[in-house]
T-cell receptor, first 118, second 109 residues
Framework: GAVVSQHPSWVICKSGTSVKIECRSL??????MFWYRQFPKQSLMLMAT?????????EQGVEKDKFLINHASLTLSTLTVTSAHPEDSSFYIC??????????????FGDGTRLSIL | QKEVEQDPGPLSVPEGAIVSLNCTYS??????FMWYRQYSRKGPELLMY????GNKEDGRFTAQVDKSSKYISLFIRDSQPSDSATYLC?????????FGKGTRLHILP
């Protein structure tokens, strides 16, 4: 159980294009999803917390107009990197927590998306 | 002082050995403690999840939490080459999780 699917796994695109990453909880309903960025040999850095049906909460220093998050259903959140540039190249990982069990549950992670901007 | 400290390694041990990984933290409000395993170019996989102090065992893995010392450990018995990965400790007081930087572990066949 607690499977999180992330798509695509790898994206290469030209500078200036926008890229959408999908995160789905396959066997549970996720009222809250999280988006992280991870640089090589570094830990996960939380970018934003996404709540179903409401606006995302962004961490300090993360541009909300550049990283658009939509959490329209209990099983799907999307991250759109708008007008991506080479400095946006990174490993983006989503996670989700089962929101309906009534207990404090850990986050379960997708397999990440490697984004390379040329 | 960082909220969570974790030695990045790399840590190399022979196959079959007992592996000890640990983290220290500074925030006494943390109540939930986790260990994740991350293979290269993959997302973290939850290994152990504990609440408050104590021990928890699952197969070859044992997690220990000592809140008085602000110290958590993960032990891996009978280590296998497939255990080679980066191990991330994580802890939480509420919604947000704070991760350690991860320890790279190499099990030598």
């Amino acid at each position: 159980g607690a499977v999180v699917s992330q798509h695509p796994s790898w994206v290469i695109c030209k500078s200036g294009t926008s890229v959408k990453i999908e995160c789905r909880s396959l066997d549970f309903q996720a009222t809250t999803m999280f988006w992280y960025r991870q640089f090589p040999k570094q830990s996960l850095m939380l970018m934003a917390t996404s709540n179903e049906g409401s606006k995302a909460t962004y961490e300090q220093g993360v541009e909300k107009d550049k990283f658009l998050i939509n959490h329209a259903s209990l099983t799907l959140s999307t991250l759109t990197v708008t007008s991506a540039h080479p400095e946006d190249s990174s490993f983006y990982i989503c996670s989700a927590r089962d929101g309906l069990t009534g207990l404090r549950q850990p986050q379960h992670f997708g397999d990440g998306t490697r984004l390379s901007i040329l | 002082q960082k909220e969570v400290e974790q030695d990045p390694g790399p840590l190399s041990v022979p196959e079959g050995a007992i592996v000890s990984l640990n983290c220290t933290y500074s925030n006494s409000a943390f109540q939930y403690f986790m260990w994740y395993r991350q293979y290269s170019r993959k997302g973290p996989e939850l290994l152990m999840y504990t609440y408050s102090s104590g021990n928890k065992e699952d197969g070859r893995f044992t997690a220990q939490v000592d809140k008085s010392s602000k110290y958590i450990s993960l032990f891996i018995r009978d280590s296998q080459p497939s255990d080679s990965a980066t191990y991330l400790c994580a802890m939480s007081d509420d919604d947000k999780i704070i991760f350690g930087k991860g320890t790279r572990l190499h099990i030598l066949p």
